[in-house]
């Protein structure tokens, strides 16, 4: 290919047994900003190749295809010791990259002695890597600011495959600056054993990143993710599948706009063993998870709701649209199998962790419970500032009943129907005495007997029916503790009432 420098041409052999160093090294020095093609074939090295050194511009090493081309390490690079090096000049474009081949440390999984790094980066900047397998190395790919003032940002990893790496990708600030702004880790599968880290943030400030990371845990030692760095306004997903739990740990941040979706069991196949720095704090958190800790010193736990809304005991959401003509609602929809079920409010300080919260109210799902954790009455407002307090004492009531009024002409005839001692507060309704009964009155009643007044606050009369006009409530005279009601009309009529609120 025109413009393409091929290792062969420059003496690689390619046949998995010749140490091909050199001959690479020459190809890469003359290629100077152009390609460096591979042709199939297993290529051993025996030390460092320099891409780049303090410079923006490369050249871009090429192979046939990953399935064919393959770099392995001799035993003379090991431990921290790197097969490609990247150290760019540090923000400006550049052309540099892998595409198309497969680099493999030791055959053994268990032989650690010879592991080495695929893919270091110092300072590197707009650089390309794609379709490109790391295999059992010390670190798949190490992005590390180690230079003076070096930062590594920017740089796109799409379709990677990590497998069995003791870190499959690692971000670490060295000597050189702190920032890993915007790498894009796209599509890349990470497969961790016991002892290995899938993503390792060890240190440095990783943001306005973007990644797609497909994980696969085959121990209870092996670790998804490591944060200890800071980790925050990034894009992205892990999917992952749990032969084994994997682990999440670390005590930094790593917040990101995005889900956390895969299976395994138990707990969904995730162990988080993180432990943050502050209390308040998440370490690994995002649109559907974060560590769930014990709410408000109770038996319950606290998290988020699961991914895209979905209950844990069915396809419906917890919370809904609720419509129909003339009704555009919210639903909270929970789950049916305990009375424990429904919505709850609660409240917690400033920078004060789960257990220091406090629940306020339970509405049950059911629709037969209220409940107040407050120690103290709660109080009913209305906008008309009528306050109902329930818990001083067990006068708060649901009471209902019939009477028969009228009969007296011109004159009013009275009825008693609320006895109370100190004080009646609530809603009373009346109704006519139909089959089909209709509300005539609606009254909000306050009565302290200190005062020796009745107050009706509020008054709905339904128009289509004249007995209202012909409607009275009060409270006696002779006994300043009874509501009465009565009618000036001829004949007896039977009313249906029922009263909701206080007394006293």
């Given amino acids: ?95 540099v990259g892998i595409k198309n081949m497969t680099i493999s440390g030791v055959n053994n999984v268990n032989d650690t002695a010879t592991r080495c790094v695929g893919i270091y980066i110092d300072g590197q900047c707009f650089a390309t890597f794609e379709n490109v397998r790391l295999k059992r190395l010390k670190y798949g ?3 590390h600011n180690q230079s003076n003032k070096a930062y590594s940002e920017l740089n796109q990893f799409h379709q990677i495959e990590l497998s069995f790496c003791e870190n499959g990708i690692r971000l670490e600030q060295g000597g050189g600056a702190h920032s890993f702004h915007g790498n894009d880790f796209n599509n890349c ?52 599948e749990s032969f084994k739990p994997g682990k999440f740990t670390g005590s930094g ?61 069915g396809p419906l959401g917890f919370f809904q649209s609720l419509t129909k003509r003339n009704v555009e609602s919210v639903l909270v929809n929970t789950y049916s199998g305990s009375s424990e079920n429904g919505f709850y409010l609660g409240r917690s300080g400033y920078q004060k962790d789960e257990t220091e919260a406090e629940l306020g109210l339970f509405l049950s799902g059911r629709g037969d419970k209220i409940k107040s954790y407050y120690e103290r009455p709660l109080s009913l407002e209305n906008a008309k500032g009528i306050n109902f307090r329930i818990g001083e004492s067990k006068g708060f009531k649901l009471l209902a009943g019939q009477t028969v009024v009228g009969g007296g002409g011109n004159k009013y005839k009275w009825k008693d129907i609320l006895p109370f001692q100190h004080m009646i507060a609530g809603r009373l309704f009346i109704l006519d005495q139909e089959d089909d009964p209709k509300l005539i009155t ?31 409530a009060r409270i006696r005279s002779d006994n300043p503790s009874t509501l009465e009601v ?19």
């Fill in 1 to 95: 290919m025109e413009g393409w420098y091929n290792v062969k041409e420059f003496g690689a052999t390619g046949d998995g047994q010749t140490d091909d160093t050199d001959s690479i090294k020459k190809t890469v020095k003359a290629a100077g900003r152009s390609v460096v093609y591979f042709p199939p074939g297993t290529y051993r090295v025996s030390s460092t190749i320099t891409v780049t050194d303090k410079d923006y511009f490369g050249c871009s090493l090429v192979g046939a295809n990953a399935q064919a081309v393959h770099i392995i390490p001799l035993p003379s690079l090991k431990n921290k010791d790197s097969i490609f090096v990247f150290r760019g000049g540090s923000g400006a474009f550049s052309n």
């Fill in 141 to 143: 790919i190490w992005l």
């Fill in 189 to 240: 599968y990470i497969n961790v054993e016991a002892g290995q880290i899938g993503f390792n943030h060890v240190s440095g400030f990783f943001y306005n990143a973007r990644f797609r990371l497909f994980m696969w845990a085959h121990s209870t030692e092996a670790v998804y993710v490591n944060a200890d760095g800071n980790g925050v306004d990034n894009i992205g997903d892990i999917t992952y």
């Fill in 253 to 313: 941040r790593f917040w990101f706009s995005g889900f956390i979706r895969g299976r395994g069991k138990p707990n969904n196949g995730i162990n988080d063993q993180t432990t943050p720095q502050r209390p308040w704090e998440k370490v690994i958190a995002c649109d559907n998870y974060w560590k769930s800790v014990p709410y408000a010193n109770t038996d319950m736990k606290a998290g988020p709701i699961s991914s895209h809304n979905k209950s844990l005991h």
């Fill in 442 to 472: 609606l009254l909000d009643i306050v009565w302290n007997k200190g005062t020796g007044e009745i107050k009706l606050v509020s008054e709905v009369l339904h128009k289509q029916y004249d007995r209202h006009e012909h409607l009275r």
């Fill in 486 to 504: 009565g009618f000036n009309i001829q004949s007896d009529i039977l009313l249906h009432w029922y009263f909701q609120g206080l007394i006293l």
